[in-house]
């Protein structure tokens, strides 16, 4: 009985994960509306993506060392990932559009957001070769890159629709593409190890200081910029 518990808490905290995605979809069609302690239906999106972040990688955590790894837990992670860093941040960026285009038509191209990212998942789930490292962009990055142009746009204002169409479709592309990425998770804290995760979580908390949420959006592009380095320097 104590054995069936624990095996169920990385389950659950993946449903936590699956619930935070939903209740920032929810939130995202609030976007300028008051929704609660002062806050927009927009800000309380991003929260919800940070808290789905922070289960994504607690599920993960919990179930190497609880030795409760399973198939099921493996495609409820990828189905929770597809609604919270999907769908959520693709329905941030289409109320975002929609408040700020003349064509609300061409809003709807936030939809190949979680198309790809959902194309990404399925190819994730079925290759075992991406273990320390990803082909494509992961789609929690996807997700961050659209909470610091959420913050881009609250300090410098909107880039118009034509950027802000070429940066989806580029974004999508590239959680489909072939290129390697280093993975972000850590499988112990050594330092030759992990220099690059630990060079981007201080880059990322030097952009946040510097230019406020815009600056995870610097983040997502310094990790895809030290990928290509490493990539060369592999090939050397």
């Not at 619930?19 to 919800?48: R, V």
């Amino acid at each position: 009985m104590i054995r069936r518990i624990i095996s169920c808490i990385p389950n659950t905290i993946t449903c936590l994960n699956l619930l935070s995605g939903c209740m920032a979809i929810i939130c995202a069609f609030h976007h300028s509306d008051p929704w609660w302690a002062g806050m927009s239906g927009a800000e309380w999106t991003c929260i919800f993506i940070g808290l789905a972040a922070l289960f994504d990688f607690c599920d993960g955590a919990s179930a190497r060392l609880l030795h409760a790894y399973s198939d099921t837990g493996k495609e409820l992670d990828s189905l929770a990932d597809l609604v919270s860093f999907g769908v959520a941040p693709a329905m941030l960026v289409l109320n975002l559009m929609q408040l700020y285009s003349l064509h609300t038509w061409l809003t709807y191209i936030a939809l190949f957001i979680p198309a790809m990212g959902a194309l990404r998942l399925a190819r994730f789930n079925i290759d075992d070769s991406q273990t320390t490292s990803f082909k494509g962009m992961p789609i929690p990055g996807n997700a961050i890159f659209w909470i610091g142009i959420y913050g881009w746009i609250l300090r410098y204002g909107y880039p118009g629709t034509a950027a802000m169409v070429i940066m989806i479709v580029l974004v999508s592309l590239s959680m489909v593409s072939r290129f390697t990425m280093f993975s972000l998770k850590f499988k112990n804290f050594d330092l030759r190890e992990n220099f690059r995760r630990y060079a981007i979580i201080l880059a990322a908390v030097a952009f946040v200081i510097i230019y406020g949420l815009s600056g995870l959006a610097w983040t997502i592009i310094l990790y895809f910029l030290i990928s290509v380095m490493s990539r060369r320097r592999n090939q050397e």
